[in-house]
């Protein structure tokens, strides 16, 4: 009986071993999706465009995903994927919204780490979403783009270099970039946003879309954008924001864009970042200067500490802004109040450069209501906000 059984077993391995697939695999699981490749069929598109949600099939007997409507002001504040995936902490913040002028919030679907929320970070994401449906709360993807250590690992090839050491180029904090002219990495990013969407997010706003400005920028190289990287970051940046535009624009998902907020009153910053305000307006739906006063230059306005002037700062960056603005309508015939609405700044409730006070707070919203810029979010990375800065519901 022994031997019989160990012929069973040899005969099954055997027939296994003949129809199977001799190729191996590799998981892209925890880094990018849930998908797993056959790594002798792996190509650009499959790599770029599998991003796969672990979502159930649709029952009459199971929700239907909806979406809300953007609403005419949007007030939001950001949610990291660690909070969005701990519910004792996570409902403190949607009580916040509850409770006053809040009506939208800002969820990581991909991190600057490069790992993907619903794989993971936030078991419960469909959840999630559906609550703050109920609640009527708009709810926006946030998608880093171009900085993402996930991606590097798996396409080093893609990845900014180091023209002296020959290796990826990492910045001042060891975090490896993606060439942001990869059409392979754009493909991959407008894909996370369809899922995202799918999942029932309301729009998609995509971030560290730009490229890299601190540590040995002299050293940098690009493997795709090659010359023109060095040259003309712009061209490639604008081509960018046009993709996202041609590939969401026609399906009727809206998209935002986050921008340094120097690039409204120093153009000059366009040279190292790529990005220029006139390009994201004409592009996306609604672009998030993030004006943080703290991230200003001493001297700014005359104030040798921004972060201490809030309002004035806001006051002037926001002049910067519609004057753009209108430059940009006059040279595309587009009327300048419609570029002017999509202005939605992320202001700073953080202390950097100052204590932020509930005042200090109000005072960037407040700057910005002067001209007409109605919307705006509130970034905190520790998401504890000051909710004495908000008006009660």
Do not use: C
Not at 8 to 15: D, Q, R
Not at 82 to 93: C, D, F, H
Not at 289 to 316: C, D, K, Q, R, W
Not at 346 to 351: L, S, T
Request: glycine letters at 6%.
């Amino acid at each position: 009986m022994k031997q019989f059984v160990i012929v069973l077993l040899f005969l099954s391995f055997l027939i296994y071993w003949l129809a199977g697939t001799k190729s191996s695999t590799f998981h892209v699981g925890t880094k990018l999706g849930s998908e797993s490749y056959t790594k002798n069929d792996v190509t650009v598109e499959a790599a770029t465009t599998s991003v796969h949600v672990a979502t159930t099939t649709a029952t009459s007997t199971e929700p239907q995903v909806t979406h809300i409507k953007t609403p005419e002001q949007v007030k939001a504040i950001y949610m990291s994927s660690w909070v969005a995936g701990t519910p004792s902490v996570r409902e403190k913040l949607i009580t916040l919204i509850d409770d006053t002028e809040l009506n939208a919030v800002v969820i990581d679907v991909k991190d600057n780490t490069g790992l993907l929320s619903w794989n993971g970070r936030v078991r419960d994401l469909d959840k999630l979403i559906e609550e703050l449906h109920e609640k009527n709360i708009y709810v926006i993807a946030r998608i880093a783009a171009f900085q993402d250590p996930a991606y590097v690992k798996l396409y080093p090839d893609l990845a900014v270099t180091n023209v002296n050491t020959g290796k990826v180029w990492r910045d001042r904090k060891g975090e490896p970039w993606v060439d942001p002219g990869s059409k392979q990495m754009w493909n991959y990013l407008v894909e996370i946003g369809k899922k995202s969407y799918e999942l029932g997010f309301d729009e998609l706003n995509y971030d560290y879309i730009r490229f890299p400005t601190d540590g040995d920028l002299k050293a940098m190289r690009y493997p795709v954008s090659k010359e023109e990287g060095l040259t003309n970051k712009r061209a490639i940046i604008k081509e960018f924001y046009t993709f996202l535009h041609d590939e969401f624009s026609p399906r009727g998902i809206p998209i935002s864009g986050d921008l340094f907020g120097i690039i409204a009153t120093n153009s000059n910053e366009t040279k190292t970042l790529g990005q220029d305000l006139g390009d994201a307006l004409t592009s996306f739906d609604y672009v998030s200067l993030m004006v943080y006063p703290s991230h200003f230059y001493p001297g700014t306005a005359g104030y040798s500490n921004p972060a201490a002037y809030p309002g004035e700062i806001i006051t002037y960056s926001t002049k910067g802004a519609i004057s753009i603005a209108a430059s940009t309508a006059s040279s595309t015939g587009v009327s300048s109040s419609s570029l002017i609405a999509k202005l939605r700044p992320w202001y700073q409730d953080f202390d950097m450069g100052a204590t932020y006070t509930k005042e200090m707070v109000r005072a960037q919203i407040t700057s910005g209501e002067k001209f007409g810029v109605t919307s705006w979010m509130l970034w905190d990375p520790a998401n504890k906000y000051t909710p004495e800065a908000l008006f009660a519901e």
